[in-house]
């Protein structure tokens, strides 16, 4: 099966200044990956994915997130952040190759909290 | 707008009572999920579904049970509630038409405590 790892647990940023929430995978098969953000008690939305094709995926939000094949990543960055972004970020991919129609698992999350 | 909708938001159980969390979308989504969320572990898969009368176990199985008897709901039921079962829990669905990604879309979540 395949596994997420993210790598921060706590992420601390001034507003404005960049932030990068790293994640990295592990499989064998050809690979589709997901951020997802949960704001305070809310469900949890998509923020990106990347399926095929260019490897930098942009999403909503102006966060953006670059596939690495041969470091086995999916880090998720943020030029410039506001107060609005702070959240819970997951990485995470599908359990066994292809879409698995969201049959996904996530990894343990990372809480980005931006100060003024 | 499409929707998924989860109810009780909120409710506190005894340990050994029987609970059932309800899940409802209106997507016309084939595949339906439940997951839980405890801090340190993210989101581990209970229970899935790929359609009617369709049931299968997830990660983290013990204790629940599913049924689904139409497309719009997978109601999640826990037997015998237990101190461990102390959770937010999350139900999502995803297509299987068209240009499938595996996106989930979720329900805003049901905080379940068990004293």
């Known amino acids: 099966a395949q596994s997420v790892t993210q790598l921060d647990s706590q992420v601390p940023v001034f507003e404005e200044a960049p932030v990068e929430l790293r994640c990295n995978y592990s499989?064998?098969?050809?690979?589709?990956l997901f951020w997802y953000v949960q704001y305070p008690n809310q469900g949890l939305q998509l923020l990106l994915k990347?399926?095929?094709?260019?490897?930098l995926v942009k999403g909503i939000n102006g966060f953006e997130a670059e596939f690495n094949k041969s470091q086995t990543s999916f880090h998720l960055r943020k030029p410039s952040v506001h107060i609005s972004d702070t959240a819970e970020y997951f990485c995470?991919?599908?359990?066994?190759?292809?879409?698995?129609?969201?049959?996904?698992?996530f990894g343990q999350g990372t809480i980005l909290t931006v100060h003024p | 707008d499409a929707e998924i909708t989860q109810s009780p938001r909120h409710k506190i159980t005894e340990t050994g009572r029987q609970v059932t969390l309800a899940c409802h979308q209106t997507?016309?989504?084939?595949?339906m999920f439940w997951y839980r969320q405890d801090l340190g572990h993210g989101l581990r898969l209970i229970h899935y579904?790929?359609?009617?009368?369709?049931?299968n176990k997830g990660e983290v199985s013990d204790g629940y049970s599913v049924s689904r008897s139409n497309t719009e709901d997978l109601p999640l039921t826990l037997e015998s509630a237990a101190s461990s079962q102390t959770s937010v829990y999350f139900c999502?669905?995803?297509?299987?038409?068209?240009?499938?990604?595996?996106?989930?879309?979720f329900g805003e979540g049901s905080r379940l405590t068990v004293l």
């Open positions: 579904s790929y359609g009617v009368q369709d049931t």
């Open positions: 999502a669905s995803s297509s299987t038409s068209g240009m499938n990604t595996g996106e989930l879309f």
């Open positions: 499989s064998s098969v050809s690979v589709y």
């Open positions: 990347y399926l095929s094709g260019s490897t």
């Open positions: 997507w016309n989504h084939n595949n």
């Open positions: 995470a991919v599908p359990v066994a190759g292809g879409t698995s129609y969201g049959k996904l698992t």
